[in-house]
């Protein structure tokens, strides 16, 4: 092996560690930082707080992977050339605003924007188009939700900026409870719907407000509706889920909605 492939395999290993520990240090000084501050401040302040240095650690650690790629680049002659270059124009700073805005990487300029603005913070439950849970975490490409049905979703951080985000933790702070059930193609909607709204109401615990049924698929023999209404804040979604569909099931069955 060559003298400069030695010189790039220690720069990129000794570059990796650097990254590595500056990626574990940041967190562990930013997370001390953030419960001693947990300590006098309020919970909101606190989970701006976390959001926003969450997303500083992720931009130092990009930023030094970058400088750790450039040096590995003017170890050989054949791109230390082309590295100055770029250098000496202003293409490198043009690059680095590129990826930072471009589409699909604008994510990454949206998430330094989501951590500056905050409509949404860790731990806020939201609302964006069809996905409703928990934000659990920012990350420079998306924000990963924890959805009220247990399911974790990826929505991309320029979805959030250009996207209506409805945040629930201000002003609601009640559950989404989806459920699907089949009724049989010949039975009325409007008839099916009614047995179902019912079927809600007699709910005791929890009580679930703003109930609808909506169509959301037609088979050849069986049409889809789903069951959607809102619950207290401490339900667990799941096991509310599972009695919705329960009832539900044995009401359309006496009616003798279900498909054959």
Not at 16 to 21: D, H, N, P, S, T
Not at 49 to 66: E, K, N, P, S
Not at 136 to 146: D, F, G, S, W
Not at 219 to 242: I, S
Request: charged fraction near 20%; charge should be positive; aromatic fraction near 4%.
């Amino acid at each position: 092996m060559s003298e400069r492939a030695w010189q790039a395999l220690v720069t990129i290993t000794v570059g990796l560690g650097l990254l590595l520990v500056l990626r574990v240090v940041l967190g562990a000084v930013f997370e001390r930082y953030v419960t001693r501050v947990a300590t006098r401040k309020p919970p909101d302040h606190v989970a701006r707080l976390r959001t926003r240095l969450m997303v500083l650690r992720r931009v130092i650690v990009a930023f030094v992977f970058v400088v750790v790629l450039w040096s590995v680049l003017e170890i050989f002659p054949t791109t230390e050339q082309l590295a100055r270059t770029l250098l000496a124009s202003g293409a490198f700073v043009a690059l680095v605003l590129g990826v930072a805005f471009a589409v699909p990487l604008g994510n990454i300029g949206a998430g330094i924007l989501l951590s500056l603005s905050q409509p949404v913070r860790i731990g806020d439950r939201i609302t964006v188009g069809d996905v409703t849970g928990t934000a659990q975490e920012i990350t420079l490409i998306h924000t990963i939700v924890k959805t009220d049905q247990g399911l974790t979703a990826f929505v991309p951080n320029s979805q959030m900026i250009t996207s209506t985000v409805v945040n629930r933790s201000l002003d609601d702070p009640r559950r989404l409870v989806t459920v699907r059930l089949p009724v049989a193609n010949s039975v009325p909607v409007d008839e099916a719907r009614q047995v179902l709204l019912r079927t809600v109401e007699a709910l005791q615990d929890p009580a679930m407000e703003e109930a609808s049924v909506s169509v959301v698929d037609v088979g050849e023999k069986t049409t889809w509706l789903a069951v959607t209404g809102f619950a207290p804040r401490p339900t667990a979604v799941d096991r509310t889920a599972a009695e919705l569909r329960e009832r539900a099931l044995q009401a359309l069955a006496a009616e003798g909605f279900l498909p054959k």
